[in-house]
């Protein structure tokens, strides 16, 4: 299917613990973002990738971990979960960088619960 | 630096009625704009958008937003609301010529819409 997704959807995992969430794109999109979003906070940039093996930190990279080895996929790993990093995390892509005539697709989201 | 006050985290309106979301913006450079809608479980979507073309923007589903630079506000509106227009909605910014990277989002206001 044509799009956006990440896996899982919903996962729980214990303090300590490393935890990859996936994020694949079919359109070919040069960027790709993640996002947190809690409570409060709206939604707040983790890292991002401009095109493949570049990323760059965005708000809140601290605990995480980014790669891009192929243009569709950009997985997002905490290296060592903490409570703090319960939240939703949304996958985004975008053809241009941000201009007037481009947008951000974003994926479904993933809620991740840290126990 | 740019930051977006989105006022009420809740705002409730019967079936029928007008819907008015309130966001005021902070930029230091003349900014682009963003409304995104967030239906239950799914990721956002683009409302409308504000790139220096019409003060007045009209987006999907009915849809718009004024902006109005002397008093810094990107209101979204729909005259009248429709069940299916329950979610959360989002306004954003960015400075003109950044990108994705740079969006800050409002921390987002439900809408309950009420028979």
């Known amino acids: 299917d044509a799009g956006i997704t990440q896996s899982p959807r919903y996962k729980i995992t214990e303090t300590g613990r490393q935890v990859t969430l996936m994020c694949h794109q079919t359109w070919s999109h040069s960027y790709m973002f993640w996002y947190r979003q809690d409570l409060g906070h709206g939604l707040r940039l983790i890292y991002y990738?401009?095109?493949?093996?570049?990323?760059d930190k965005g708000e809140v990279p601290d605990g995480y971990v980014v790669s891009r080895s192929k243009t569709e996929n950009f997985p997002l790993t905490l290296e060592s979960a903490t409570r703090s990093q319960t939240s939703v995390y949304f996958c985004?892509?975008?053809?241009?960088?941000?201009?007037?005539?481009?947008?951000?697709?974003f994926g479904q989201g993933t809620r991740l619960t840290v126990v | 630096a740019q930051s977006v006050t989105q006022l009420g985290s809740h705002v409730s309106v019967s079936e029928g009625a007008l819907v008015l979301l309130r966001c005021n913006y902070s930029?230091?450079?003349?900014?682009?704009l963003f409304w995104y809608v967030q239906y239950p479980n799914q990721g956002l979507q683009l409302l409308l958008k504000?790139?220096?073309?019409?003060?007045l923007v009209k987006g999907i589903n009915g849809f718009e937003a004024e902006f109005k630079k002397s008093e810094t506000s990107f209101h979204l509106t729909k005259p009248s609301a429709h069940m299916s227009d329950a979610a959360e909605y989002f306004c954003a910014v960015s400075a003109r010529g950044t990108g994705f990277q740079k969006l800050v989002f409002g921390t987002g206001t439900r809408l309950l819409v009420s028979p």
């Open positions: 985004a892509s975008s053809e241009g960088q941000g201009g007037m005539n481009t947008e951000a697709f």
């Open positions: 504000y790139t220096s073309a019409a003060t």
């Open positions: 990738s401009a095109a493949a093996d570049i990323t």
């Open positions: 930029s230091s450079v003349p900014p682009y």
